[in-house]
């Protein structure tokens, strides 16, 4: 099993990101999926998860309105859409299976520059 996260980055204040998640070895329209963040000297966070049935969405209050989550399964492949970022923002994301379930991959840091 393998995810692989990318498209993180340095962004000012109100600007915009597209996360990806790059999955492989296990049957990935199956599974529902979440991203997560840590924020520098904090614990994780849960941010989003978009369940693989009926294609239902959960966000964080602190992301709603401003993230979307979704999926490809044709590619095997998650993304979070982030809109109107803010300082708070910066984090290391992770994309994992489930709801902070077994697997996770490595993560990939976004920066929002006040």
């Known amino acids: 099993v393998q995810l692989v996260e990318s498209g993180g980055g340095l962004v000012q204040t109100g600007g915009s990101l597209r996360l990806s998640c790059a999955t492989s070895g296990f049957t990935f329209s199956g599974f529902g999926m979440s991203w997560v963040r840590q924020a520098p000297g904090k614990g994780l966070e849960w941010v989003s998860t978009?369940?693989?049935?009926?294609?239902?969405?959960a966000y964080a209050d602190s992301v709603k309105g401003r993230f979307t989550i979704s999926r490809d399964n044709a590619k095997n492949t998650m993304y979070l859409q982030m809109t109107s970022l803010k300082p708070e923002d910066t984090a290391r994301y992770y994309c994992?299976?489930?709801?902070?379930?077994?697997?996770w991959g490595q993560g990939t840091q976004v920066t929002v520059s006040s």
């Open positions: 978009l369940n693989s049935h009926d294609g239902t969405t």
């Open positions: 994992a299976t489930g709801i902070m379930g077994d697997y």
